[in-house]
Every structure is written in structure tokens, then in C-alpha cells.
């Protein structure tokens, strides 16, 4: 019989998955309650297909991740590690033998991401506007008749020291 053990930081539960359909949140509603902050209050399902369990993220705010990978649906295969926000779970069977025990959390091991990319809904957080760097056509013409009269004014000076008085 197909199984959910869930490792809580207080404690480990383990739920036999007998209904076609499971409902997984932090609501009392739910067949499955995950009393944690970080799980949705409607965060997954289990729906049975073909003698196999279908794992369906609820658009949770957390995500699900199966394996270390962020799914929205997946069909799932005995020893596959849950993890429902921050709470972690294994998927189990009776039928290949003794359920294996949950690691503790400093057992679990941390991989770096392999990939990395912004969120398609991300928005700069900074508090000022981002400034577009405009041309101002004035401005750049104040500037090149500057420097077009201190040039002039170079060239001038330099042909006064060039002049010779009437040698005597």
C-alpha cells in the first residue's frame, strides 16, 4: 500500500494513501494537514490513475518540488523525496519491502541549482525609478560651442606669443 511519511521538525507522520483522491494543505479540510507556514492552505493532491498516484501542485505559493525539481504535475515513483514548501515527505510501498525512515534534516543533501533564471513575474524591488538616460540635443550644443570658443581662444593665445616686436 502506497504510503506519504512526512518529517516535520517536531515530529514524523506517515498517511496510507488509500482514497482516489487526496487533498494535501495547512487547512483543516484537507485529508492530508501540513501544519507549517510555508504549505499552502490548499497545496497539492494525489489522484490514483491507472493503480499510480499523480502528484498536482494547487498553484501553491511555495511550490512542490518532487526530487529536488519544481513540478506542477508528476506521476510518482516509490522512494521520490517531496517536498511540500519547506516540509519535506517521501513517497513509500509496502510492496517493495520495509519502508524506508525519513532523514533527519541535516542528513538531507544540499545541491546547488544547476540552472538559475529571473521569475517571469519579477519586478525590480529597488524604491527608485529606473532613469532612462536621455539626449539633450541643447545641452550637447551648449557644450560643443564651449569647447569650440575655449579652443579659439587657445589658438589666439598662442599666435600673440608667436608676434615679435620690431627688433632695434
Known amino acids: 500500500m502506497p504510503k506519504l511519511a512526512i518529517a516535520l521538525p517536531d515530529s514524523k507522520t506517515v498517511h496510507e494513501l488509500t482514497e482516489d483522491r487526496i487533498t494535501i494543505g495547512r487547512a483543516p479540510d484537507n485529508m492530508i494537514q501540513i501544519d507549517d507556514p510555508s504549505v499552502s492552505g490548499r497545496h497539492a493532491q494525489f489522484l490514483l490513475i491507472d493503480e499510480r498516484y499523480q502528484l498536482k501542485d494547487l498553484g501553491s505559493t511555495n511550490g512542490t518540488r518532487v526530487n529536488s525539481e519544481l513540478v506542477t504535475d508528476t506521476f510518482l515513483r516509490v522512494g521520490d523525496r517531496i517536498r511540500f514548501g519547506k516540509v519535506e515527505a517521501r513517497y513509500e510501498s509496502d510492496a517493495t519491502g520495509e519502508a524506508q525512515p525519513l532523514p533527519d534534516a541535516d542528513e ?12 517571469a513575474d519579477f519586478a525590480n524591488a529597488s524604491p527608485f525609478p529606473n532613469r532612462q538616460k536621455e539626449k539633450d ?18 589658438v589666439s593665445m598662442l599666435g600673440l606669443f608667436q608676434i615679435h616686436g620690431p627688433a632695434f
Not at 538531507?108 to 521569475?119: D, L, M, N
Open 137 to 154: 540635443t541643447v545641452a550637447t550644443a551648449i557644450l560643443a560651442a564651449a569647447a569650440l570658443a575655449i579652443l579659439a581662444f587657445l
Open 108 to 119: 538531507i543533501e544540499a545541491r546547488p541549482a544547476e540552472r538559475s533564471e529571473k521569475p
